[in-house]
């Protein structure tokens, strides 16, 4: 597994990104996906995690409702749809991949990680 993220960049407030996580070495389809991001001088955190088929997802309080996390199995890829961003979304963020295929909160439970992207929202 290789994963690249990219589709971060500058924004401002109310504004949207969609992030993108391309795994251009497939071995399987079928790992758990999820979403991390860690702003200057604070720890990674949580932000969104789907299973492989897509049923399950899971949405850190902080952008639950703003944030859509979803997966197209045949391209690779998941997404990150961010909306309504605050200046407090502002952070690197990274995607990575399960070895399970269950959706999963726990940054212990991912073996791959992307470089990240970076979101910078102004406001």
């Known amino acids: 597994v290789q994963l690249q993220a990219s589709g971060g960049g500058l924004v401002p407030a109310g504004g949207s990104l969609r992030l993108s996580c391309a795994n251009s070495?497939?071995?399987?389809?079928?790992?758990?996906m999820g979403w991390f991001r860690q702003a200057p001088g604070k720890e990674r955190e949580f932000v969104a995690t789907?299973?492989?088929?897509?049923?399950?997802?899971y949405y850190a309080d902080s952008v639950k409702g703003r944030f859509t996390i979803s997966r197209d199995n045949a391209k690779n890829t998941v997404y990150l749809q961010m909306n309504s961003l605050k200046p407090e979304d502002t952070a690197v963020y990274y995607c990575?991949?399960?070895?399970?295929?269950?959706?999963?909160?726990?940054?212990?439970?991912?073996?791959?990680w992307g470089q990240g992207t970076q979101v910078t929202v102004s406001s």
């Open positions: 789907i299973n492989w088929r897509g049923a399950d997802t």
């Open positions: 070495r497939r071995t399987s389809s079928n790992n758990g």
């Open positions: 990575a991949a399960a070895l399970s295929s269950s959706a999963s909160t726990d940054a212990t439970r991912y073996r791959y």
